[in-house]
């Protein structure tokens, strides 16, 4: 059974760092691109940053230059670390695998990614 678990969310003030991770287990992912979304409140759910399977990162445009994601292929883990938090980080962070291994690029829909953590909440305060 495959399961993935976040960790490392909490309330930071404006300005401050999270570093969020998120292991997969019960399969190992080394050929699938991982990511991070979040969804805050009424809003849909969005793609914050991807990596892919050879390494190949992509960002959202409203978190380019602050967040930076990594992963471990050995530990079937992928990190995000998100720094100069603002208010409108605010949201519940889920990791995901994309469904199809050795993509060729990155897919933002979370509609490709089939298996999901239960998510991590992330609160920034101004």
């Known amino acids: 059974q495959v399961q993935l678990v976040e960790s490392g969310g909490g309330l930071v003030q404006a300005g401050g760092s999270l570093r969020l991770t998120c292991t997969a287990s019960g399969r190992t992912f080394s050929n699938n691109a991982m990511g991070w979304f979040r969804q805050a409140p009424g809003k849909e759910r969005e793609c914050v940053a991807l990596?892919?399977?050879?390494?190949?990162?992509y960002y959202a445009d409203s978190v380019k230059g602050r967040f930076t994601i990594a992963r471990d292929k050995a530990m079937n883990t992928v990190f995000l670390q998100m720094n100069s938090l603002k208010p409108e980080d605010t949201a519940v962070y889920f990791c995901a695998v994309d469904q199809q291994p050795l993509r060729m690029g990155l897919t933002s829909r979370p509609g490709d990614y089939s298996y999901w953590g239960q998510g991590t909440q992330v609160t920034v305060s101004s």
């Open positions: 990596i892919s399977w050879n390494s190949i990162s």
